[in-house]
């Protein structure tokens, strides 16, 4: 679990970028294969929608999150300083190598179990929300107009260097702000925050609701 920042502290050691690679391969793999095998209704434009909904730095980070891997995670003192142990891009390779480790460890088996364990629960989100779950942008332009007649904005601040820019977004309606997320894209930071704010609607009473179309009447 060692990141680059820490590497270049400690001499010639080996980050876990390696790992990240094979992770992110085996990752890919095993969501392909169970919503593959566990939806054969859905056709190859909706498979590749949905792995690539529930593959991704933003949900990998959250999942990071979810099992503390920032805590054990060896980063240099000028990451570990600025909150590198929380940060989406870092937290996502992380997991990426945990898996990598996995599979090096114990094979297939070993890191389908993994990988179902931590995914299954977002694959199960992503078959409910269906084929345009993932365009959380959308959905909450359409729930904003419809419960408090204004779209959505999207505030948008950048740290970090170049190579490795950060994007956090903040998604606002009037002077409430109602979501907030993460990215290494403007677009991802702004589906992210997208996202939070859409579930956080989700749970109120009526708002989502407003926005769903009337059901069509029958002539009689």
Same mark, same amino acid.
């Given at each position: 679990?060692?990141?680059?920042?820490?590497?270049?502290?400690?001499?010639?050691? =080996?980050?876990?970028?390696? !790992?990240?690679?094979?992770?992110?391969?085996?990752?890919?793999?095993?969501?392909?294969?169970?919503?593959?095998?566990?939806?054969?209704?859905?056709?190859?434009?909706?498979?590749?929608?949905?792995?690539?909904?529930?593959?991704?730095?933003?949900?990998?980070?959250?999942?990071?999150?979810?099992?503390?891997?920032?805590?054990?995670?060896?980063? #240099?003192?000028?990451?570990?300083?600025?909150?590198?142990?929380?940060?989406?891009?870092?937290?996502?390779?992380?997991?990426?190598?945990?898996?990598?480790?996995?599979? !090096?460890?114990?094979?297939?088996?070993?890191?389908?179990?993994?990988?179902?364990?931590?995914?299954?629960?977002?694959?199960?989100?992503?078959?409910?929300?269906?084929? #345009?779950?993932?365009?959380?942008?959308?959905?909450?332009?359409?729930?904003?107009?419809?419960?408090?007649?204004?779209?959505?904005?999207?505030?948008?601040?950048?740290?970090?260097?170049?190579?490795?820019?950060?994007?956090?977004?903040?998604?606002?309606? #009037?002077?409430?702000?109602?979501?907030?997320?993460?990215?290494?894209?403007?677009?991802?930071?702004?589906?992210?925050?997208?996202?939070?704010?859409?579930?956080?609607?989700?749970?109120?009473?009526?708002?989502?609701?407003?926005?769903?179309?009337?059901? =069509?009447?029958?002539?009689?």
């Amino acid at each position: 679990m060692a990141h680059r920042s820490w590497c270049a502290e400690n001499g010639q050691v =080996e980050s876990n970028e390696r !790992l990240e690679f094979l992770g992110d391969a085996v990752l890919g793999l095993m969501v392909a294969d169970e919503i593959y095998t566990g939806h054969p209704e859905l056709p190859e434009g909706e498979l590749a929608k949905l792995r690539a909904g529930v593959v991704n730095a933003t949900t990998l980070a959250r999942i990071a999150r979810s099992i503390a891997l920032g805590d054990v995670l060896l980063l #240099g003192k000028g990451e570990r300083a600025t909150g590198g142990g929380d940060k989406q891009s870092i937290l996502a390779d992380a997991l990426e190598a945990v898996i990598g480790a996995v599979y !090096l460890d114990g094979g297939f088996g070993a890191a389908r179990s993994v990988v179902l364990e931590l995914w299954q629960s977002e694959i199960a989100a992503a078959v409910r929300q269906g084929p #345009g779950g993932f365009d959380h942008k959308t959905r909450l332009q359409e729930i904003a107009v419809a419960a408090f007649d204004r779209p959505p904005e999207y505030v948008v601040h950048t740290a970090g260097p170049d190579h490795a820019r950060e994007f956090t977004a903040q998604v606002v309606v #009037g002077d409430e702000v109602l979501g907030e997320g993460i990215g290494s894209s403007k677009k991802e930071a702004e589906q992210a925050a997208a996202g939070v704010a859409v579930a956080a609607l989700d749970r109120t009473p009526g708002v989502a609701q407003s926005a769903e179309p009337a059901p =069509e009447r029958r002539a009689s």
